[in-house]
């Protein structure tokens, strides 16, 4: 059962910068579009915005939240998606959620949907 390993969240201060990283565990999945959520209240309610994709043409899109703080981007090679934070706000403290679509490597089976299990990111002085 393949999973979804993210990393990189932490505390930090306001204006800071983290790197978060979300990977297939294991080598036998390949990444295709990669969307970074984080957990956010609205009217009392809790719910994961879709804060930032990336597809496997390497195309971006961003919410206009982190537009232009936030860059998302992946290596082929090491089968990785990166979201790197910068100028970070407390508004940012959130358990932030990597969700890909996966396929076996070489096959052309129909790409399933995965998420890990959430990392961590307290931006607090």
């Known amino acids: 059962q393949v999973q979804l390993v993210e990393s990189g969240g932490g505390l930090v201060q306001p204006g800071g910068s983290l790197r978060l990283s979300c990977a297939p565990s294991?080598?036998?999945?390949?990444?295709?579009?990669v969307t970074w959520y984080r957990r956010e209240s609205e009217k009392g309610r809790e719910l994961d915005a879709a804060i930032a994709a990336i597809n496997s043409d390497g195309i971006t899109h961003y919410a206009d939240s982190v537009e232009g703080r936030f860059t998302i981007s992946r290596d082929n090679a090491a089968n990785t998606v990166y979201l790197e934070m910068t100028n970070l706000r407390p508004e940012d403290t959130s358990v932030y959620l990597c969700?890909?679509?996966?396929?076996?490597?070489?096959?052309?089976?129909?790409?399933?949907?995965?998420w890990g299990q959430g990392t961590q990111v307290t931006v607090s002085s």
């Open positions: 969700n890909a679509l996966l396929r076996r490597v070489g096959s052309n089976e129909v790409f399933t949907m995965h």
């Open positions: 294991g080598s036998a999945f390949t990444l295709g579009t």
